[in-house]
């Protein structure tokens, strides 16, 4: 999605801002832009594609020379990805200028407004009738005019503005799309996400929905929508500007991969003292937990996915019922929730917008509303009424690895951790869990250790038009995100089935040659698993399976077989998951395609 950098201080910002802009790539865009005080007259500038157009057109951004300035990346929600759709959006005397993240969702009647009142739109955009709006309103008073704007929309906006008689004045709004804002020694900085300015500051203000941001080089000032001044406290992020950086990998997403031993030990240990689960942060009591009567459990893509995989564990240690939900399917579906439930939401950026409205449904029905988050201050963990952080650290790459699998832990802690207050499990049970979550980092790392075998069939595969995942139970779960993964970044069509359901439609679509990837590390399941995969070999597809050591048997039928050393069946989702994502990732290599950024998605998908 869009992303924002605004900079005010006392270097010449357009470079800065550039290189801003390029540590928020990974959102995803199609076009970016800058707008630079230069000479008392706001200087625009606007290139359709990579940021690099822009790196050119500016001389790296040295070719601007002022000091206070605003850029923005684009993806295109309404209008094409073009020069005249690129942000920054003005007014007609081009004295105001205006970046934006979100949608506004009443832009048309605006426009029809704004046009009965002489202004004339030169873009497609949404974005432009705030230009006019703030025109509208604007006497000389910026505080005045942004807050008839917020007034007058609805939906969501980030927004960075410059108006031409406030010069080294940089303000900022934000509604359901994030904003920071980070105080650095050489200036201050507004941005969609902290890897923008890291490089220049750890400092950071969560900017809350409906706060206004005003700053100059040496202040910054927070106001409410009845322009009255608030006090924010500030943030120190505990992650350095290398943690965003490749460091040697060729690509993010490789080095997210391999990181994923120390993300998930890193959401795993602080939560074991002495043998024990301690989760004080979930806020509740023993009495309360051992209450809840049913859970929810929301996400979007990779989120929901963990979600999937998580009810199968959930509902064996625990017991209690587990609905799981696409978050912009339960956001409108009118949900019942029964007293005495809990909802858990999953997301990495904590922004996605499906995922914090379903959030805010879930609330205003009374139920409490527990996060699994990665990015600390964002929206979601604002808004859920307990916060339980997976210390991922940032998740560059647009496709996820690491966060999901720090995702997946933290269900498995919580699964754990109610069963031993619920006692549905014995205590030998538990200690068994707790001891093996503990060994879950060194697992993964020895997966990672035979990665040459995976690249070598991935680059076999890498010109199938269509590639099937089937499991049962959890392995469906794993299925599911092994397919997603591999389509998003492969572009190769692919389809998760749970096994069973094979032979009620899909087999039809097996013939002579196409990959099949069997998953089944599930002991319970591992028969009806061969069986289901000797149906579609006896149908011509090629197999590959995937399951623990031990299951030797897997060869009479397979062609290739994949193993993960055996592990407790609850958890093998965390194994199974690394090949499953090695394989996407080579065989996107093999296509030659660009691995972080694939076309049409966006990291943070802020809009719904
Ligand atoms: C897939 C992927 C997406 C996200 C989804 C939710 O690789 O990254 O499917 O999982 O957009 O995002 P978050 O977790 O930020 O809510």
New binding site residues.
């Given amino acids: 999605m869009c992303g924002i950098v605004g900079y005010t201080g006392y270097e010449q910002a357009a470079p800065l801002l550039i290189d801003g802009l390029s540590k928020l790539e990974y959102r995803g865009y199609d076009s970016a832009g800058l707008a630079i005080e230069e000479k008392e007259k706001l200087e625009v500038v606007r290139a359709k594609g990579r940021l690099r157009v822009l790196e050119e057109m500016t001389d790296n951004g040295r070719a601007l020379h002022g000091f206070c300035g605003i850029g923005h990346t684009r993806w295109a929600t309404h209008g094409v990805p073009s020069v005249g759709n690129a942000h920054p959006h003005c007014n007609a005397k081009k004295t105001i200028a205006v970046v934006h993240n979100g949608i506004i969702e009443n832009y048309q009647s605006l426009k029809e407004y704004l046009e009965k009142n002489g202004y004339h739109f030169e873009s497609e955009t949404d974005t432009e009738v705030i230009a006019h709006l703030l025109d509208r309103y604007y006497s000389g008073d910026p505080l005045e005019a942004i807050t008839k704007v917020m007034a007058r929309v609805t939906g969501s906006y980030a927004l960075g503005i410059l108006f031409q008689d406030h010069p080294g004045k940089v303000f900022a709004v934000r509604k359901d799309s994030p904003m920071i804002v980070g105080s650095a020694e050489q200036g201050n900085f507004i941005a969609s996400d902290i890897p923008a300015i890291l490089k220049y500051t750890k400092n950071v203000y969560f900017v809350n929905n409906m706060e206004i941001v005003c700053m100059d080089a040496d202040t910054i000032h927070f106001y409410n929508v009845d322009k009255e001044e608030i006090e924010k406290e500030m943030t120190t992020i505990s992650w350095n500007a290398e943690a965003a950086e490749k460091d040697g990998y060729e690509h993010f997403m490789l080095k997210e991969i391999y990181e994923q031993p120390k993300a998930v030990q890193d959401t795993i240990s602080p939560r074991i003292k002495e043998g024990e689960i301690v989760m004080e942060e979930l806020g509740m009591s023993e009495e309360e937990i051992r209450q809840i009567r049913r859970i929810y459990m929301i ?6 996915h963990v979600c999937m995989s998580a009810r199968y564990v959930m509902e064996a240690l625990t017991r209690i019922p587990v609905e799981v939900d696409l978050a912009s399917e339960f956001r409108y579906r009118d949900p019942i929730l029964e007293e005495d439930s809990l909802v858990i939401v ?7 917008a499906d ?1 914090i409205a379903a959030l805010k449904e879930a609330k205003s029905r009374g139920a409490r509303v527990l996060g699994i988050v ?1 990015v600390v201050g964002s929206s979601i963990a604002r808004e859920a009424d307990n916060v339980l952080y997976t210390w991922a650290g940032p998740e560059i790459s ?3 690895t690491k ?2 699998s720090t995702q997946l832990a933290a269900c498995y802690l919580i699964s754990v951790y109610f069963a031993k207050i619920r006692q549905t499990i014995k205590e030998e049970k538990y200690y068994d869990l707790v001891e093996e979550l503990k060994n879950l980092p060194e697992k993964i790392q020895q997966i990672l250790g035979d990665k040459e075998r995976i690249q070598w069939f991935a680059n076999k595969f890498a010109s199938s038009k269509d590639i099937f995942f089937i499991g049962r139970g959890l392995d469906y779960g794993i299925s599911l995100e092994g397919s ?2 591999l389509k ?1 970044i492969s572009y190769i069509h692919s389809e998760a089935y749970a096994a069973g359901e094979l032979k009620h439609g899909t087999i039809s679509l097996i013939e002579k040659g196409i990959l099949v990837i069997g998953i089944a590390t599930q002991p319970d399941l591992y028969d009806k698993m061969i069986s289901n995969m000797v149906e579609v070999k006896s149908r011509g597809a090629y197999l590959m399976g995937l399951t623990c050591y031990g299951n030797y048997s897997m060869e009479d039928t397979a062609n290739f077989t994949v193993y993960v050393p055996k592990t407790e069946k609850y958890f093998a989702n965390s194994l199974a998951v690394i090949p499953l994502q090695l394989f996407a990732y080579y065989v996107a290599i093999a296509r030659g395609l660009d691995v972080d950024k694939p076309r049409n998605l966006a ?3 802020t809009v719904e």
Wanted: some cysteine.
């Fill in positions: 996400g979007c893509g990779s989120a929901y999953i997301s990495q950026s904590g922004e996605t995922t990665n647009v496709a996820t966060a999901y997603l993964k998003e990291k943070s998908v």
